[in-house]
Protein backbone atom coordinates (compact mmCIF):
# COMPACT_ATOMS: atom_id res chain seq x y z
CA UNK A 1 0.00 0.00 0.00
CA UNK A 2 3.06 2.57 0.68
CA UNK A 3 4.77 1.43 -2.40
CA UNK A 4 1.27 2.34 -3.97
CA UNK A 5 1.02 5.55 -2.52
CA UNK A 6 4.85 6.25 -3.75
CA UNK A 7 3.70 5.97 -6.92
CA UNK A 8 0.88 7.64 -7.52
CA UNK A 9 2.61 10.32 -5.32
CA UNK A 10 5.58 10.42 -8.15
CA UNK A 11 3.09 10.54 -11.00
CA UNK A 12 1.15 13.47 -9.62
CA UNK A 13 4.77 15.07 -9.26
CA UNK A 14 5.58 13.97 -12.81
CA UNK A 15 2.33 15.25 -14.13
CA UNK A 16 2.53 19.17 -12.22
CA UNK A 17 6.26 19.57 -13.66
CA UNK A 18 5.50 18.38 -17.04
CA UNK A 19 2.63 20.58 -17.60
CA UNK A 20 4.16 23.50 -16.08
CA UNK A 21 7.08 22.98 -18.83
CA UNK A 22 4.25 22.38 -21.10
CA UNK A 23 2.86 25.73 -20.89
CA UNK A 24 6.15 27.31 -20.86
CA UNK A 25 5.66 26.87 -24.65
CA UNK A 26 2.02 26.52 -25.29
CA UNK A 27 -0.48 28.44 -23.91
CA UNK A 28 -3.33 26.96 -21.40
CA UNK A 29 -6.22 25.71 -23.08
CA UNK A 30 -8.55 27.02 -20.37
CA UNK A 31 -8.39 27.10 -16.61
CA UNK A 32 -10.88 26.13 -13.81
CA UNK A 33 -11.79 30.27 -12.78
CA UNK A 34 -12.62 30.43 -16.64
CA UNK A 35 -14.38 27.29 -16.28
CA UNK A 36 -16.50 28.72 -13.62
CA UNK A 37 -17.09 32.02 -15.11
CA UNK A 38 -18.64 30.15 -18.22
CA UNK A 39 -21.00 27.84 -16.04
CA UNK A 40 -22.48 30.48 -13.47
CA UNK A 41 -23.26 32.74 -16.78
CA UNK A 42 -20.16 35.34 -16.71
CA UNK A 43 -19.63 34.34 -19.66
CA UNK A 44 -15.73 33.59 -21.46
CA UNK A 45 -14.16 35.92 -23.74
CA UNK A 46 -10.30 35.50 -24.25
CA UNK A 47 -8.04 35.75 -26.86
CA UNK A 48 -4.39 34.82 -26.80
CA UNK A 49 -1.71 37.24 -28.22
CA UNK A 50 1.96 37.19 -27.85
CA UNK A 51 4.06 39.29 -25.69
CA UNK A 52 5.00 41.77 -28.68
CA UNK A 53 1.17 41.99 -29.31
CA UNK A 54 0.73 43.53 -26.01
CA UNK A 55 1.01 47.57 -25.50
CA UNK A 56 4.07 48.36 -23.82
CA UNK A 57 1.81 51.05 -22.18
CA UNK A 58 -0.13 47.53 -20.86
CA UNK A 59 2.62 45.73 -19.61
CA UNK A 60 4.19 48.97 -17.79
CA UNK A 61 0.54 49.35 -16.04
CA UNK A 62 0.45 45.94 -14.64
CA UNK A 63 3.64 46.10 -13.37
CA UNK A 64 2.79 49.38 -11.70
CA UNK A 65 0.07 48.36 -10.28
CA UNK A 66 0.43 44.98 -9.08
CA UNK A 67 4.05 43.97 -8.78
CA UNK A 68 6.54 46.72 -8.76
CA UNK A 69 9.61 44.36 -7.57
CA UNK A 70 8.89 41.61 -10.32
CA UNK A 71 11.67 41.69 -12.64
CA UNK A 72 13.70 41.55 -9.34
CA UNK A 73 11.95 39.04 -6.81
CA UNK A 74 12.30 35.24 -7.11
CA UNK A 75 8.54 34.97 -7.49
CA UNK A 76 8.00 36.33 -3.51
CA UNK A 77 7.84 39.85 -2.35
CA UNK A 78 8.58 38.54 1.65
CA UNK A 79 8.23 42.35 2.89
CA UNK A 80 4.94 42.98 1.46
CA UNK A 81 3.39 39.20 3.05
CA UNK A 82 5.48 39.85 6.01
CA UNK A 83 3.03 43.60 6.00
CA UNK A 84 -0.21 41.41 5.19
CA UNK A 85 0.28 39.12 7.70
CA UNK A 86 0.61 41.92 10.48
CA UNK A 87 -1.88 44.01 8.56
CA UNK A 88 -4.44 40.50 8.97
CA UNK A 89 -3.09 40.11 12.70
CA UNK A 90 -4.69 43.12 14.18
CA UNK A 91 -7.89 42.89 11.90
CA UNK A 92 -8.64 39.71 13.00
CA UNK A 93 -10.46 38.58 10.35
CA UNK A 94 -12.63 41.53 9.77
CA UNK A 95 -10.34 42.58 6.32
CA UNK A 96 -7.78 40.71 4.17
CA UNK A 97 -4.79 42.42 2.44
CA UNK A 98 -3.07 40.17 0.03
CA UNK A 99 0.21 40.39 -1.07
CA UNK A 100 0.58 38.23 -4.71
CA UNK A 101 3.20 39.17 -6.73
CA UNK A 102 2.37 38.49 -10.41
CA UNK A 103 4.03 35.30 -10.45
CA UNK A 104 1.84 34.06 -7.71
CA UNK A 105 -1.13 35.09 -9.58
CA UNK A 106 -0.41 33.27 -12.24
CA UNK A 107 0.23 30.38 -10.37
CA UNK A 108 -3.16 30.15 -9.18
CA UNK A 109 -4.86 31.65 -12.24
CA UNK A 110 -3.37 29.39 -14.54
CA UNK A 111 -2.86 25.84 -12.19
CA UNK A 112 -5.63 26.48 -9.18
CA UNK A 113 -8.84 28.06 -8.12
CA UNK A 114 -9.94 31.24 -6.93
CA UNK A 115 -9.98 31.38 -2.34
CA UNK A 116 -8.11 31.73 0.09
CA UNK A 117 -7.56 28.56 2.15
CA UNK A 118 -3.98 27.94 3.27
CA UNK A 119 -3.95 24.34 1.28
CA UNK A 120 -4.44 26.62 -2.36
CA UNK A 121 -2.16 29.09 -1.04
CA UNK A 122 0.34 26.07 -0.21
CA UNK A 123 -0.03 24.92 -3.79
CA UNK A 124 0.56 28.30 -4.84
CA UNK A 125 3.70 28.60 -3.51
CA UNK A 126 4.42 25.42 -4.86
CA UNK A 127 3.41 26.41 -8.37
CA UNK A 128 5.06 29.97 -8.23
CA UNK A 129 8.47 28.05 -7.98
CA UNK A 130 7.84 26.32 -10.48
CA UNK A 131 7.10 28.54 -13.09
CA UNK A 132 10.37 30.98 -11.62
CA UNK A 133 12.50 28.22 -12.21
CA UNK A 134 11.36 27.05 -15.77
CA UNK A 135 9.42 29.73 -17.40
CA UNK A 136 11.41 33.16 -16.71
CA UNK A 137 9.94 36.40 -16.44
CA UNK A 138 8.62 37.42 -19.76
CA UNK A 139 6.40 34.22 -19.81
CA UNK A 140 5.51 34.84 -16.79
CA UNK A 141 4.19 38.41 -17.58
CA UNK A 142 2.43 37.08 -21.01
CA UNK A 143 0.71 34.17 -19.42
CA UNK A 144 -0.11 37.03 -16.67
CA UNK A 145 -2.02 39.17 -19.46
CA UNK A 146 -3.20 36.48 -21.20
CA UNK A 147 -5.16 34.94 -18.11
CA UNK A 148 -5.95 37.18 -15.95
CA UNK A 149 -9.74 38.39 -15.68
CA UNK A 150 -10.44 41.65 -15.96
CA UNK A 151 -14.06 41.79 -16.52
CA UNK A 152 -17.04 39.84 -15.91
CA UNK A 153 -15.96 36.75 -18.28
CA UNK A 154 -13.59 38.80 -19.76
CA UNK A 155 -9.66 37.18 -19.56
CA UNK A 156 -6.85 38.78 -20.88
CA UNK A 157 -5.39 41.87 -22.10
CA UNK A 158 -6.97 41.44 -25.72
CA UNK A 159 -10.58 40.80 -24.79
CA UNK A 160 -10.16 43.51 -21.83
CA UNK A 161 -8.74 45.98 -24.81
CA UNK A 162 -11.65 44.71 -27.41
CA UNK A 163 -14.44 44.96 -25.05
CA UNK A 164 -13.66 48.52 -22.98
CA UNK A 165 -12.02 50.08 -25.71
CA UNK A 166 -12.43 49.10 -29.62
CA UNK A 167 -9.40 48.28 -30.36
CA UNK A 168 -6.25 45.82 -30.03
CA UNK A 169 -3.81 45.56 -26.83
CA UNK A 170 -1.19 46.54 -29.05
CA UNK A 171 -3.17 50.06 -29.25
CA UNK A 172 -3.57 50.85 -25.73
CA UNK A 173 -2.99 54.07 -24.17
CA UNK A 174 -1.35 54.69 -20.94
CA UNK A 175 -4.74 56.19 -19.82
CA UNK A 176 -6.42 52.66 -21.21
CA UNK A 177 -4.01 50.41 -20.04
CA UNK A 178 -3.48 52.27 -16.58
CA UNK A 179 -7.68 51.94 -16.29
CA UNK A 180 -7.61 48.47 -16.87
CA UNK A 181 -4.62 47.98 -14.52
CA UNK A 182 -6.70 49.66 -11.59
CA UNK A 183 -9.47 47.70 -12.01
CA UNK A 184 -7.31 43.80 -11.45
CA UNK A 185 -8.46 43.64 -7.60
CA UNK A 186 -11.51 43.32 -8.23
CA UNK A 187 -12.15 43.36 -12.02
CA UNK A 188 -16.34 42.22 -11.47
CA UNK A 189 -16.63 44.79 -9.24
CA UNK A 190 -14.38 47.41 -10.13
CA UNK A 191 -15.40 48.20 -13.55
CA UNK A 192 -13.70 50.01 -16.58
CA UNK A 193 -17.34 50.23 -18.05
CA UNK A 194 -19.09 51.56 -16.74
CA UNK A 195 -16.14 53.22 -14.80
CA UNK A 196 -16.12 52.90 -11.08
CA UNK A 197 -15.42 55.25 -8.67
CA UNK A 198 -12.63 53.04 -7.45
CA UNK A 199 -10.95 52.42 -10.82
CA UNK A 200 -11.06 56.49 -11.74
CA UNK A 201 -9.82 57.17 -8.37
CA UNK A 202 -6.98 54.77 -8.75
CA UNK A 203 -6.05 54.78 -12.31
CA UNK A 204 -4.61 58.25 -11.85
CA UNK A 205 -2.07 56.91 -8.75
CA UNK A 206 -1.37 53.72 -11.43
CA UNK A 207 -0.18 56.52 -14.02
CA UNK A 208 1.87 58.46 -11.61
CA UNK A 209 3.92 54.81 -10.77
CA UNK A 210 4.31 54.02 -14.64
CA UNK A 211 5.79 57.69 -15.27
CA UNK A 212 8.50 56.68 -11.86
CA UNK A 213 9.28 53.22 -13.29
CA UNK A 214 9.54 54.70 -16.98
CA UNK A 215 13.43 55.41 -16.26
CA UNK A 216 13.67 51.26 -14.72
CA UNK A 217 16.27 49.56 -17.09
CA UNK A 218 14.96 45.75 -15.82
CA UNK A 219 11.62 46.81 -16.73
CA UNK A 220 12.41 48.29 -20.10
CA UNK A 221 14.11 44.95 -20.55
CA UNK A 222 11.32 43.36 -19.42
CA UNK A 223 8.66 45.25 -21.28
CA UNK A 224 10.33 45.30 -24.52
CA UNK A 225 10.39 42.50 -27.29
CA UNK A 226 12.14 42.51 -30.53
CA UNK A 227 10.42 43.42 -33.82
CA UNK A 228 7.50 45.35 -31.39
Do not use: C
Amino acid sequence: MIRLLKKIALFILVSHIAYVILVRFIDPIITITQITSWISGDGFNRDHVSLKQISKNAKLAVIASEDQLFPDHNGFDMKSIQKALDFNKKKKGKKIRGASTISQQVAKNVFLWQGRSWFRKGLEVYFTFLIELTWGKKRILEVYLNEAEMGKGVFGIEAAAQKYFRKPASKLTRTEAAMIAASLPNPKRYTVKPVSIYVSRKYPWVLRQMNNLDDDQDIARLITVSNQ
